[in-house]
């Protein structure tokens, strides 16, 4: 990709031959999903999303994924990179394959293809509406902020963090059988609410969690964790939300 | 399909939020209508903080905030909004807590705040700690809270929705019409009120902090109906992107202590802001930056960068509160800003400029107070002004807070007020005709190129530093990327999610922005704020201290009509009059 290249590193590294092999399907023609190769010349230093972008430009314009803000804080372009979920902006080239290799894109899995990498997401914000994701508090608020010190704070830190993109849910072996299941973003969510000091909601929270679609169908995988782009501990999140449940306080 | 609601909001982001949250708080029933997934809206890579008087960690005064705004701006800010947006900033921040917001906190358990460029103590003596901050997620924690909230308030969500029109007759807005990306299908949404907060359009430079999905499609609409857009020459370029690639890298890493450093090794905004150093604006450190890489003390295989240097910081400052940041410095350089220099270049990040509004969000129709009715704008889409010539760092998100609120409150206000109006027998004629235009047009240019070539000539010609030969060349430019444009193919022939079809689409806004854009710079001789000409190279006051008002010549395709608007020199109680811009 010579003719558009931006390099990342200030350092230049010699370019790369690498086949993109991504599964594409259009429903309107396609009877299933089926595999195309694109033989593109990169930078090691390139994210999988400058690739996807090189294709879709110059190589096959109707080539259809998501993709917004390009440094993984909206994400939009959560796939199947190399077997593993990961934010196709967030990850380069030389983590995933090497010289003259085969890169393997596919869509998330356990959400409907709409078309080529591009899935239906509504039945994942359904899931994130079921935990009620949004803070209560009724009590009058005082003229200032209401106080919470750094520590309890810090207690949310990590499932603050969650950007949505879905990476967890859907590398959750649990999610791909039984849909019904909130799945591990929605956990993370119910995290952000149950440890909030300042949140009176808990309770019901925790209902929601202990129903038959919420924490206790986790089965410790840790594929939530190791499909976060964000490093949350998601596994370590789940169980702290399932040790809450168990005792009925955060 | 057909929609009716009270008020429509464009845009769920940070200012279309929270629009739409006071619109529902006013009674009216209300749409939000998407491009995008809501939380992936570019709010979210907001990183620093939120700038309001709280005085959490040192003495602080609205009236600071004020000056401090103002003169960020080089005085080109409306002190009216200024002043309004320093007071209501303080309340808003407190009710983005009440809301539930997670920021970070004081040893007391109150809302942490850092130093930010520009902002200080006492009409300029000292930096102050006014930056209230959720580590450097604080637009991510912003984004998502607003969504919160409209969940919790029922808003109604029309995600993957690309507005194509607007439906202003007898100067009102009776509505919009909409392409749903899933389908293909026209949509009508008929309103009493429509508020616009569709965010920027940094995609038209090379190198940017924003997101591929910032095209200025809102501020094109609008222009191409005759209206104007205002300042337009006004673009930030914030100092440290993420070399090459332009990743916003936040200043709040200034803000902590961080330190520009040149090959030398100099801290050289010594040399070019004495008092504040590294804590100036982001126009006076971007242009000191590009002097040093200029002159030779560039860092990097190509010389056009410099350094940030954070190694001095503890590691738990680094990892902590700046956490974000060094996550993508990791990711894309290879670099650990705990022991690593990281390498920074200017990015182009916010535009100051965009449709012209009073201070309740009220969209203007030129630069003696007219308006069109039951229309609103608000957030980085909008010019209010309240950035000037050069918005402060923080100075968005409170931006999005304080005057999306406004609209929202005044949409809803106006809808309670007001029967709908009717709307035209077809109005979604035009659309249609743009959209099969595109789909069928059977040209040999490739919307992709076009828009390569475009970034690249904004970078090189509109840039950091202007001057009128390089400017003029740019118009013909555009002229000539127009042109193209016309012929531009589109291979892909389905209805559902046809995404060569909706970027085709979005080039066309991009020229209508860069076009606007560059004609106002050209016609402003002069240097102020971010608006550097070298071939005019001070602050004219006695000619240009006023708005620029940017119209689309209906008659004559690529003409721009140059009109001017005053700038408000007072406040409601406070008046700065414009001095020196020293720091």
Avoid at chain 1, 149 to 160: K, V
Avoid at chain 1, 190 to 198: G, N, P, V
Avoid at chain 2, 320 to 345: F, N, S, W
Wanted: hydrophobic letters at 35%.
């Amino acid at each position: 990709m010579a003719e558009q290249h931006i390099p990342l590193d200030t350092h230049t590294t010699p370019p790369m031959r690498v086949n993109v092999k991504i599964l594409r399907f259009n429903p309107e023609t396609d009877k299933k999903p089926h595999w195309e190769t694109y033989p593109v010349e990169a930078q090691a230093s390139d994210r999988v999303l400058d690739v996807l972008n090189y294709v879709k430009w110059y190589v096959e314009p109707t080539l259809t994924f998501r993709r917004s803000c390009g440094h993984g804080i909206c994400g939009s372009d959560a796939m199947m990179i190399a077997g593993r979920n990961r934010l196709a902006c967030k990850v380069l080239l030389r983590d995933v394959v090497k010289d003259g290799g085969t890169l393997t894109v596919e869509p998330i899995r356990g959400l409907k293809v709409e078309k080529d990498l591009l899935v239906d997401m509504d039945p994942f914000f359904d899931s994130y509406r079921a935990i009620m994701p949004y803070f209560i508090n009724e009590s009058p608020p005082p003229a200032g902020e209401r106080l919470q010190s750094p520590e309890l704070a810090e207690r949310m830190a990590h499932s603050s963090n969650c950007i949505l993109c879905a990476c967890c849910t859907t590398s959750c072996p649990i999610f791909w059988v039984n849909g019904a299941y909130l799945g591990p973003a929605a956990i993370v969510q119910a995290h952000r609410f149950i440890f909030d000091s300042r949140d009176e909601a808990t309770h019901q929270r925790l209902n929601i969690m202990n129903q038959n679609t919420g924490v206790w169908r986790c089965r410790t995988a840790y594929n939530c964790t190791e499909a976060c782009p964000r490093d949350i501990p998601i596994t370590t999140i789940i169980e702290e939300v399932k040790r809450a449940v168990m005792y009925q306080q955060a | 399909m057909h929609h009716r609601f009270d008020v429509l909001v464009v845009g769920a982001g940070g200012a279309g939020l929270m629009a739409a949250l006071y619109a529902a708080k006013g009674g009216a029933s209300v749409a939000c209508i998407t491009k995008l997934y809501p939380t992936r809206s570019h709010t979210g890579a907001a990183q620093g903080g939120i700038g309001a008087a709280l005085g959490n960690v040192q003495e602080d005064h609205w009236e600071w905030h004020m000056f401090d705004t103002i003169k960020g701006g080089d005085y080109l800010t409306d002190q009216d909004a200024a002043e309004v947006f320093a007071k209501d900033i303080i309340d808003a921040v407190y009710e983005l807590e009440h809301m539930g917001l997670p920021f970070s906190r004081t040893p007391e358990g109150k809302i942490a705040q850092r130093k930010f460029g520009g902002h200080t103590r006492d009409f300029g003596k000292a930096a102050v700690e006014r930056s209230c901050y959720a580590q450097d997620r604080t637009g991510h924690m912003i984004l998502q809270t607003l969504y919160q909230q409209n969940v919790k308030e029922g808003t109604n969500f029309y995600n993957e929705f690309h507005v194509t029109d607007l439906i202003i007759e007898e100067g009102r807005c009776r509505g919009l019409v909409a392409h749903h990306y899933a389908t293909g299908e026209i949509h009508t949404f008929h309103a009493k009120a429509v508020v616009l907060a569709a965010g920027g359009y940094g995609r038209i430079f090379k190198i940017t902090s924003n997101a591929l999905t910032l095209t200025g499609d809102l501020m094109s609409i609008y222009y191409r109906k005759g209206l104007p857009l205002e300042d337009m020459e006004f673009y930030q370029f914030h100092p440290t992107g993420l070399a090459k690639l332009g990743i916003l890298v936040t200043e709040g890493i200034r803000g902590e202590g961080g330190i520009l450093r040149n090959a030398d090794g100099e801290r050289f905004m010594e040399r070019y802001a004495p008092t504040i150093k590294d804590l100036a604006p982001r126009d006076i450190v971007s242009r000191s930056i590009i002097t040093e890489i200029r002159e030779g003390r560039g860092v990097g295989a190509d010389k056009d960068a410099v350094h940030i240097d954070l190694t001095h910081l503890p590691r738990e400052v680094i990892e902590g509160k700046l956490a974000e940041i060094t996550d993508l410095a990791r990711t894309y350089l290879g670099q650990d800003p705990v022991k690593d220099l990281v390498a920074i270049q200017p990015t182009a990040h916010y535009a100051m400029g965009g449709i012209p509004t009073d201070i309740n969000g009220l969209c203007l129709t030129d630069g003696a107070g007219g308006s069109v009715e039951g229309l609103y704008a608000a957030g980085e889409q909008a010019c209010v002004s309240l950035h000037g010539a050069n918005r402060l760092g923080t100075n968005s998100l409170g931006d999005l807070i304080v005057f999306g609120r406004r609209a929202g409150t005044a949409a809803a206000q106006y809808a309670r007020q007001v029967e709908y109006a009717d709307m035209p027998a077809d109005p979604e004629r035009e659309s249609v005709a743009t959209l099969e235009a595109l789909r069928s047009a059977s040209g040999k240019e490739n919307a992709a190129v076009i828009r390569r070539e475009l970034q690249e000539s904004m970078m090189n010609n509109v840039g950091i530093f202007r001057n009128g030969p390089d400017m003029a060349r740019q118009v013909e430019i555009i002229r000539d990327l127009q042109d193209r444009y016309r012929h531009v193919s589109v291979s892909d022939p389905s209805r559902r999610y046809n995404s060569e079809l909706i970027e085709a689409m979005e080039l066309g806004f991009m020229l209508d922005c860069a076009e606007a854009m560059t004609a106002s710079a050209l016609n402003r001789t002069e240097s102020r704020g971010a608006h550097d000409r070298e071939d005019y190279h001070e602050r004219d006051d006695a000619n240009w201290l006023k708005h620029t008002m940017a119209y689309k010549n209906l008659n004559k395709p690529g003409d721009v009509l140059i009109g001017y608007k005053d700038v408000a020199l007072r406040g409601y109680t406070h008046a700065f009059e414009p001095k020196a811009r020293v720091y």
